[in-house]
């Protein structure tokens, strides 16, 4: 069974549609929980960044971090074309400088949003 | 503030041969990690550099190894390369005021291994 597990789609959504990304994890050492966004042919690129439990918001888009669950999901309002990449959830342990750059990701879903 | 970049960014080799793939780190980063991304997969991390010695590494074998730089530049060296090898190497810098698990990616070296 892998650390963190994400539905790797692909995830069709008409423009203006509320998204829904999810990732669940088995390590409960895991504090510090991100989501990047890939586009074709790129590096990924950080999104949210969020410590513990609780929400985060970023204009269109909203961390949530379920640590009861091990679940953690993004959502994205009103999305836009634009938005249409492949998502990624990772986690680390830590922020010490030791391993702290040893993330553990997902294996990332394909979110197309569609005129 | 100049972000990573990474080189080159495509390359095709052939098995048993060897790649080194270099990686200019984002301004004030002090830290460099390497994953591996095979294709329709998440990264996998591959090792970290902090001071230019290695101090983390995950589950791949000797033959690749690392080197930091003074300047935090690195370089990834993968030898005796297999076909499994195909993947994009991405490298990411870290650390400074950014805080140290937060990562900045280049766009990555696309190696094929024929």
């Known amino acids: 069974q892998k650390e963190v597990e994400q539905d790797p789609g692909p995830l069709s959504v008409p423009e203006g549609a509320i998204v829904s990304l999810n990732c669940t994890y088995s390590?409960?050492?895991?504090?510090?929980f991100m989501w990047y966004r890939q586009y074709s042919r790129k590096g990924p690129e950080l999104l949210m960044y969020?410590?513990?439990?609780g929400n985060k918001e970023d204009g269109r888009f909203t961390a949530q971090v379920d640590k009861s669950s091990k679940y953690i999901s993004l959502f994205i309002r009103d999305s836009q074309p634009s938005d249409s990449a492949t998502y990624l959830c990772a986690m680390s342990p830590t922020s010490n400088t030791g391993t702290a750059s040893k993330l553990t990701f997902g294996t990332g879903t394909r979110l197309q949003v569609t005129l | 503030e100049t972000g990573v970049t990474q080189s080159p960014t495509h390359l095709i080799k052939t098995r048993g041969q060897q790649v080194t793939l270099r990686c200019s780190s984002q301004s004030g980063h002090n830290t460099v990690s390497w994953y591996q991304q095979a294709l329709g997969q998440g990264p996998q991390f591959i090792f970290q550099?902090?001071?230019?010695?290695?101090?983390g590494r995950g589950n791949f074998p000797p033959r690749f190894s690392g080197l930091q730089f003074p300047n935090y530049s690195s370089e990834l060296n993968v030898n005796a390369l297999e076909l499994d090898d195909s993947a994009l190497y991405l490298c990411a810098s870290s650390g400074g005021t950014s805080g140290a698990n937060v990562l900045t990616f280049g766009a990555g070296s696309r190696l094929t291994v024929l």
């Open positions: 390590n409960s050492a895991f504090q510090y």
């Open positions: 969020t410590y513990s439990s």
């Open positions: 550099y902090y001071r230019e010695e290695e101090n």
